[in-house]
T-cell receptor, first 113, second 114 residues
């Protein structure tokens, strides 16, 4: 069974204070690792997909990296608008042959002005 | 691009009644749609996957007779919660995919069963 563990559960940072969020996973046949941002009461917003160890992707203040066992979401000089829950998910093929995402429980990030 | 809508955004129903939730891909054709459920402070849990024109495939532990899914077109999927009970109260989120390496999520529907 695919498993995704995210840490820390919650993180409070001062505006401008850089940090990293961790996503460790076990999966049989990784097709991709996804990062999403979710605001309260809303659906997840797509950020990145990573496919192989060593791959990196950047978007504004966010950078995602991938190893064979974990992924990191680095946030550089965050702003209050970066406050959200960040979700990590692994994609694999289900028993029915469908592409399936298994999510972690997320890291709730709060940026203090 | 890649916008997914859900309707309604919230619904309150009485125990024993049925409620239908719609999921639409507004600017693309979705070959596959997914339905998730999210309880407070918990992860999104995949309930079922549906491909246009075929029967949905349900995850283990999800009652297919209770959660009816119809994927009638490349832009519309519906989830009907039949004979709803208070324990079915949750946040239901759909996603739509046109390629295997992407899933775009709707804004979610908050269901409260009284």
């Amino acid at each position: 069974e695919d498993q995704v563990t995210q840490s820390p559960e919650a993180l409070r940072l001062q505006e401008g204070e850089s940090s990293s969020l961790n996503c460790s996973y076990t999966v049989s046949g990784l097709r991709g690792l996804f990062w999403y941002r979710q605001d309260p009461g809303k659906g997840p917003e797509f950020l990145f997909t990573l496919y192989s160890a060593g791959e990196e992707k950047e978007k504004e203040r966010l950078k995602a990296t991938l190893t064979k066992k974990e992924s990191f979401l680095h946030i550089t000089a965050p702003k209050p608008e970066d406050s959200a829950t960040y979700l990590c998910a692994v994609q694999s093929v289900s028993n029915f042959g469908n592409e399936k995402l298994t999510f972690g429980t997320g890291t709730r990030l709060t940026i203090i002005p | 691009g890649a916008v997914v809508s859900q309707h309604p955004s919230w619904v309150i129903c009485k125990s024993g009644t049925s409620v239908k939730i719609e999921c639409r891909s507004l600017d693309f054709q979705a070959t596959t749609m997914f339905w998730y459920r999210q309880f407070p402070k918990q992860s999104l849990m995949l309930m079922a996957t549906s491909n246009e024109g075929s029967k949905a495939t349900y995850e283990q532990g999800v009652e297919k007779d209770k959660f009816l899914i119809n994927h009638a077109s490349l832009t519309l999927s519906t989830l009907t919660v039949t004979s709803a009970h208070p324990e079915d109260s949750s946040f239901y989120i759909c996603s739509a995919s046109r390629r295997a390496d992407e899933q775009y999520f709707g804004p979610g529907t908050r269901l409260t069963v009284t």
